[in-house]
């Protein structure tokens, strides 16, 4: 089994001081701006794809 992902910095803030948060498996306190959060993997993009947002062909 792999192991927990940690993460390097808070994402809303941007603070490296962070610790194992207390809400379960995978959560993260920032202790600069008191925020929980947790890392969640959303899966593999398919080969080809685009990270056009817009939705439109790339030109």
């Known amino acids: 089994m ?4 940690a993460p390097f910095h ?3 803030c941007g603070d490296e001081d962070l610790r194992p ?3 379960g498996h ?3 306190e920032c202790r600069a701006c ?3 959060f947790q890392l969640k993997f959303l899966g593999l ?3 080809g794809a685009s990270s056009n947002s817009t939705g439109g062909e790339e030109i």
């Not at 792999?2 to 992902?5: F, K, W």
């Open 45 to 47: 993009l398919a080969p």
């Open 2 to 5: 792999s192991e927990r992902a």
């Open 10 to 12: 808070c994402p809303y």
């Open 26 to 28: 995978g959560a993260w």
């Open 21 to 23: 948060g207390e809400q």
């Open 34 to 36: 008191s925020r929980a």
